[in-house]
């Protein structure tokens, strides 16, 4: 997908005034008592050696249900939201190789993820953050998190469906059942992040990796600016597997 950093400056200020304001607030999270997490780290690389294939879901996992694999095989590829730029949610955004950003503060811990200019806020514990309705769900879910030692605990519920939830490249979603767990723990210099997922509706267990980073000696490449005329090229040569129903129809910008 092709990158563009030409947007206009209405697209740049948000993200600007976002990463100001969290420079601001970054120096708050100097403690003794918390890990110091703060930082610009590269791709991460699987702990047990085998480079990034712990952290993806193969087309016939073991871990998958039958309502996964069904879902997967009825799903039409061409009908994937990453066609129109739409981000990649947790886990599966981990599996792309781009750098994140962590800045801890008083009350919260923000991600800035490299690819598709995601951010995520995790709300810590004992602040008195409101919590969302019960109706309300999100796209990257809603994370709240504390301190165990030297670790980070990240818990994320309230997830919308996604159809690529779990692996956009083999259409394996998930439900708003899923619930992530990520462990993120500094060893020296290097990053250790532990990722669990569950969801009951596509997942028979838990599917757990760990993976290691290294501190990027460059600021994240942002914005992304991802476009969709470069999204979209791989559909000139994608087929439909329901060539009968009516065609699909992709909003213009």
């Not at 039409?76 to 801890?104: L, N, R």
């Not at 250790?192 to 599917?207: A, G, K, R, S």
Request: with cysteine; hydrophobic share 30%.
């Amino acid at each position: 997908m092709r990158r563009t950093r030409n947007l206009p400056q209405k697209c740049m200020l948000p993200i600007l005034l976002l990463m100001g304001l969290v420079g601001q607030d970054a120096a708050l999270a100097a403690s003794d008592d918390i890990p110091n997490l703060t930082g610009t780290w590269l791709y991460g690389r699987c702990e047990d050696g085998s480079g990034t294939g712990c952290y993806l879901l193969a087309f016939d996992d073991e871990k998958l249900t039958q309502r996964a694999k069904a879902f997967r095989d009825a799903f039409d590829e061409v009908a994937q939201p990453k066609f129109d730029c739409a981000p990649m949610s947790i886990p599966h955004i981990w599996t792309d190789p781009y750098g994140h950003e962590i800045q801890q503060q008083e009350d919260r811990v923000t991600l800035i993820y490299e690819k598709d200019d995601v951010v995520r806020t995790v709300w810590l514990d004992g602040h008195g953050h409101q919590r969302p309705a019960l109706n309300q769900f999100f796209y990257h879910g809603y994370s709240t998190g504390h301190y165990e030692g030297d670790t980070l605990v990240v818990e994320t519920t309230r997830f919308s469906f996604d159809p690529m939830g779990l692996n956009s490249d083999f259409r394996i979603p998930s439900s708003s059942q899923k619930r992530v767990t990520e462990r993120y723990t500094r060893d020296g210099e290097t990053l250790i992040l532990e990722v669990t997922t569950e969801d009951t509706f596509f997942l028979e267990q838990p599917w757990t990796y760990k993976v290691r980073s290294q501190p990027s000696p460059d600021p994240l490449a942002l914005p992304w600016g991802c476009d969709l005329e470069s999204s979209r090229q791989i559909l000139q040569v994608t087929p439909t597997i329901y060539p009968e129903d009516p065609p699909i129809v992709r909003i213009e910008e």
